[in-house]
């Protein structure tokens, strides 16, 4: 079955600097990959997904490339907030079915 | 997005005892799917909701531990049976899923069993 490996666990990052979190995925079917953002005692919020037949997506500060080739994808915050800090989850799946996530990154912005 | 609803929120269970979660959506939702998280860890799928006939669980799970229903298209239960503290999670419902649609997660019950 599909294997997805997140890194890094943790991330700090100073206030208005750039963030990026790596995701690599095992199966080569996978085709969709959703990123999820879970501030402390919350549900996880989709916050952007891209699918196999795009390279690169950008939503406002976010941005998530994927290369299919090597089997990785990214998470990439620009002018990082303190609204930014939460635990990020990275996922792969086939066409939504059945996600599976990566262990999540911490990510902390430094004011 | 659906809007996802579910019940409890929150609870503390003693050993042996089970509990029945709700996932109620405001429309009706090909797909539904339970996960669980572990305090401090990320979201593993248990199973997923099957309208109509039994649920499909994933490596690990069973059914005589996490009794699943799916009597229609806008509501599921999940069960923790004869729980221990090895249980104590957040229990996620989700939707969504198909083709073009995306997974959408539920406000979660916080599990603490002592």
């Known amino acids: 079955g599909e294997n997805v490996e997140q890194h890094p666990s943790t991330l700090s990052v100073q206030e208005g600097d750039s963030a990026v979190i790596k995701c690599t995925y095992s199966d080569s079917a996978s085709n969709y990959f959703p990123w999820y953002k879970q501030e402390l005692g919350k549900r996880p919020q989709l916050i952007i997904d891209?699918?196999?037949?795009?390279g690169e997506k950008k939503d406002q500060r976010i941005a998530v490339t994927l290369n299919k080739t090597a089997k990785h994808f990214s998470l990439h915050i620009t002018e990082t907030q303190p609204e930014d800090s939460a635990v990020y989850f990275c996922?792969?799946?086939?066409?939504?079915?059945?996600?599976?996530f990566g262990a999540g990154t911490i990510l902390r912005v430094k004011s | 997005s659906a809007v996802i609803s579910q019940k409890p929120s929150r609870d503390i269970c003693q050993r042996g005892t089970s509990l029945t979660i709700q996932c109620q959506v405001d429309s009706q939702v090909t797909m539904m799917f339970w996960y669980r998280q572990q305090p401090g860890q990320s979201l593993t799928l248990i199973a997923t909701a099957n309208q109509g006939s039994e649920a499909t669980y994933e490596s690990g799970f069973v059914i005589d531990k996490f009794p699943i229903s799916r009597p229609n298209l806008t509501f599921s239960t999940l069960t923790v049976s004869n729980m221990s503290p090895e249980d104590s999670s957040i229990y996620l419902c989700?939707?969504?899923?198909?083709?073009?649609?995306?997974?959408?997660f539920g406000s979660g019950t916080q599990l603490s069993v002592l």
């Open positions: 891209i699918r196999s037949n795009v």
């Open positions: 989700s939707v969504g899923g198909d083709v073009n649609e995306k997974l959408f």
């Open positions: 996922a792969a799946s086939q066409y939504g079915n059945k996600l599976v």
